[in-house]
């Protein structure tokens, strides 16, 4: 079973998929509702970071498959799934909103991880299409290993430019 397969059968088959990106949210608002003004505090605040993660994953995959479908095999919005693409999105950004509206999000565990997990995706995902707009493979005739280590020596200059620039605003 190929990704395609399996996200072609998911939008087959979208019952589960459904449910569970729409309970993501409304747990979250349960959460709020119980936690109150507590939801910083332990063990509320590893409960957020559970749905959190639990939403973030699949719409931090969702959203880098969009890009690269868009941008690398071009394809057209029009082709769009909603359940597979679109609905994890959504529903990551909803989640997201509702916990964030009720505690800072430098008190949920591992946030700082996420979102640096999120702009490291973002960086290769923009140096991929750099590289894939510019040809520089094509004109530049060095070994790919010499590549490789541009691209990894350009991704420790992006991470260092982040840090300088936004510090450590989040605790891990």
Do not use: C
């Amino acid at each position: 079973m190929t990704l395609r397969d399996l996200l072609v059968y998911v939008g087959n088959h979208p019952e589960s998929v459904v449910l569970y990106f729409a309970i993501l949210p409304i747990a979250a608002l349960l959460l709020a509702w119980i936690a109150g003004a507590e939801g910083r505090n332990s063990p509320w605040n590893y409960l957020y970071s559970a749905i959190i993660y639990l939403s973030a994953v699949p719409g931090i995959f969702a959203l880098s498959l969009n890009i690269y479908i868009f941008l690398f095999e071009r394809g057209s919005i029009l082709n769009l799934d909603i359940y597979t693409q679109l609905l994890p999105i959504l529903s990551m950004i909803l989640t997201l909103g509702i916990v964030r509206r009720n505690v800072d999000l430098s008190y949920v565990p591992g946030f700082g991880k996420l979102s640096g997990l999120l702009m490291l995706i973002g960086a290769t995902i923009a140096l991929m299409w750099l590289v894939d707009r510019t040809r520089i493979y094509a004109i530049i005739s060095m070994p790919f290993s010499v590549v490789i280590l541009i691209f990894v020596v350009l991704m420790l200059v992006l991470r260092f430019g982040y840090r300088q620039t936004f510090g450590r605003g989040y605790r891990s």
